[in-house]
Nanobody, 126 residues
Framework: QVQLVQSGGGLVQAGGSLRLSCAAS????????MGWFRQAPGKERESVAA???????YNADSVKGRFTISRDYAKNSVYLQMNSLKPEDTAVYYC????????????????????WGQGTQVTVSS
């Protein structure tokens, strides 16, 4: 079965960095757009970044210039490098997979994603 297993996250001071990893199995990795979402307490889940099979990326305005999404086809993994973290980045972060090898830009609606990781807490202290 499809599994997305996340690692990374934790507690960091404002201005610090963290790297999230997501290892995919049970799917043809190259046919999936991979995305990172986050959900803070009392808020809706929002798209943070996404990367298509061809490498086209999307970054939310709130993280542009600070977060970088990448993928490694040899390891069937996607990563989110988070720099210059702010307290408002505090949330549970999820990786997700969308079966889409059309070449279109990555989708940002969580309803379009087929599989989800278990979530990992990121807490940024001020």
């Amino acid at each position: 079965q499809v599994q997305l297993v996340q690692s990374g996250g934790g507690l960091v001071q404002a201005g610090g960095s963290l790297r999230l990893s997501c290892a995919a199995s049970g799917l043809t990795f190259g046919r999936y757009t991979m995305g990172w979402f986050r959900q803070a307490p009392g808020k809706e889940r929002e798209s943070v970044a996404a990367i298509s099979w061809s490498g086209t990326t999307y970054n939310a305005d709130s993280v542009k210039g600070r977060f970088t999404i990448s993928r490694d086809y040899a390891k069937n993994s996607v990563y989110l490098q988070m720099n210059s973290l702010k307290p408002e980045d505090t949330a549970v972060y999820y990786c997700a997979a969308d079966l889409d090898y059309s070449g279109r830009p990555p989708k940002v609606n969580s309803d379009d994603y087929d599989y989800w990781g278990q979530g990992t807490q990121v807490t940024v202290s001020s």
